[in-house]
């Protein structure tokens, strides 16, 4: 049976498309924003030039700490695909009010709508993770997760480089904003076909006291050692993804020497690798969750992720790159640090999900966004901290290489232990 079957049925395309939209939506609306303040600083902002893309991202992530909680209980409580039209009208209303801030030039409108999507995403990740096991069978989440997790990769690359293409032209703000609007409008449309996912945990009392729920959340996924070692897991990912993503721009700049279009290669390379780890995790794992493919995509992202630095650091910059064999090098080595995410991650997800108590899978999930946030963002301290200390770009991707060989490895290894 093809791979990719799931995206014919009605319990998981609707689904599909309705997360890449909202995951095109985001980059495409944040990377035109990122672009046309940062180039065009003075009519937007008086904010100094350094602060507004980090600004940018810091905005939009503030929601997963603060709601990720409340979002799961509700999506614990209440049915899954009635929340995700919610969320689609949500984001409809966000993406207008984002047409009128371009429109005025009105910078600090535009800051309510990235927290606005931010708040968006953080409703929406515990839907689409937790409704994925409710519609599929367990023979079925290694599928259906590299479907999502390559989709998602897919929206990102998608949306970055249409909001440079998009910001580039004259009304570009306006048209991210009407473009916004009718892609929600999409979203919402395909989200009326999700399947009815009713809930598990209907008689739970609710608390809006979001601090009190963040931390029972927490509380929930803690006390399933295998859900919760799973999560720092997938944690750990997205710290060396979004480490390695951030540093892109800069490390074209400094040590290649190269120009935009290096820059969207590697991005582009680096989502190829993600999908084509998924399937081939997705092949390899016949239909079951193999733990010992999270061991493997940990090495793997280990060994090239240190060559990948190793190599970086001695490279010598040539006129044309693609001459320079050390850059051939360099390109394969992001490329299957990629691939072995895509096989290391997506086995934890379904972990994630398969052993999780039904009643309360929303709020693993909640537990596993406000995670990887803080991962994130520890990541992007430290990364701040070791480029201020003097450290080359190549040596932080060294210690990031080397800490994911050490600490990925030893969780992959636990899992597996208490798995398998």
Known sequence: ???????????????FVVQFLGAFNDNIFKNTLAILVTFHAASWTSLPLGILAPLIGAIFIVPFFIFSGLAGALADKYDKAALARLVKILEFGLMSIATLGFYMHWFSLLLVVVF??????????????????????ENELVMANA??????????????????FIAASEYGGIIA???????ALLGYMCSRYIPTAPSLSAQM???????????????????????FLSIIAISWFWLYGALLLSQFPAFVKIVLVGDETTVTLLLSLFTIGIGV???LCEKLSHHTIRPSL?????????FFGIDFALTSSSFVPVEDLFSNSTFWHILIDLTLIALFGGLFSVPLYAIMQSKSDPAFRSRIIAAN????ALFMVLGAVLTMVLLDASWRIPEVFLAAAIGTGIIATWIAWVIYKRID
Do not use: D
């Open 177 to 183: 904003g009407i473009m916004g609007m009718a892609i």
């Open 205 to 227: 009392s609710l608390s809006y006291n979001i601090f009190a729920q963040t931390a029972q959340t927490l509380k929930l996924a803690y006390a399933n050692k295998t859900v």
């Open 116 to 137: 606005g999507m931010g708040l968006h995403s953080t409703l929406f990740g515990p839907i689409k993770y937790a409704i994925i096991p409710q519609h599929m069978g």
């Open 147 to 164: 479907l999502v997790e390559s989709g998602t990769f897919g929206a990102i690359l998608l949306g970055t480089l249409g909001g440079g």
């Open 277 to 279: 780890g998924s399937f």
């Open 294 to 302: 999270i061991i493997l995509g940990a090495l793997g992202m280990a």
């Open 369 to 372: 966004n406000i995670l990887n």
């Open 1 to 15: 049976m093809s791979s990719f079957y799931l995206l014919k049925t009605k319990r998981f395309a609707p689904l």
